[in-house]
């Protein structure tokens, strides 16, 4: 499995605008070939910054993959006004996440 990670650093006075233009564009994603799933995540410090982590089958199937699509294009066009600086991206390598012993 390959993790993305984009840190998405939103203006702060729209973060709730935010949140619902996310779940307006999100079924663009879901739909993407390799997709596994994703979670979107407020930072508790900083609600003004989210961590969009999406799981894909290959790095391949996200890049060249999704993000040369006409749903990239579009997804992006529905987010980009919100953001308060460039998102940065990065990828990692892992399996899914272990279930810890529930007596630790």
């Known amino acids: 499995m390959i993790y993305e990670i984009a ?13 619902q ?23 508790i410090e900083t609600p003004e910054r989210f961590n969009l982590i999406v799981r894909w089958q290959s ?4 890049t060249p ?8 294009r579009i997804f992006m066009l529905g987010l980009e006004e919100y953001f308060a600086e460039e998102p940065q991206v990065y ?3 892992g399996a899914a996440f272990a279930l810890g012993d529930p007596a630790f």
Do not use: W
């Open 65 to 72: 993959g999704f993000e040369a699509s006409e749903d990239h």
């Open 21 to 43: 233009a996310f779940a307006r564009v999100a079924p663009l994603l879901c739909r993407a070939k390799g997709y596994c799933g994703h979670m979107l995540a407020q930072g």
């Open 7 to 19: 840190l998405l650093p939103v203006h702060k006075e729209r973060v709730e605008n935010f949140r």
């Open 91 to 93: 990828h990692i390598v």
């Open 59 to 62: 790095l391949e199937d996200h």
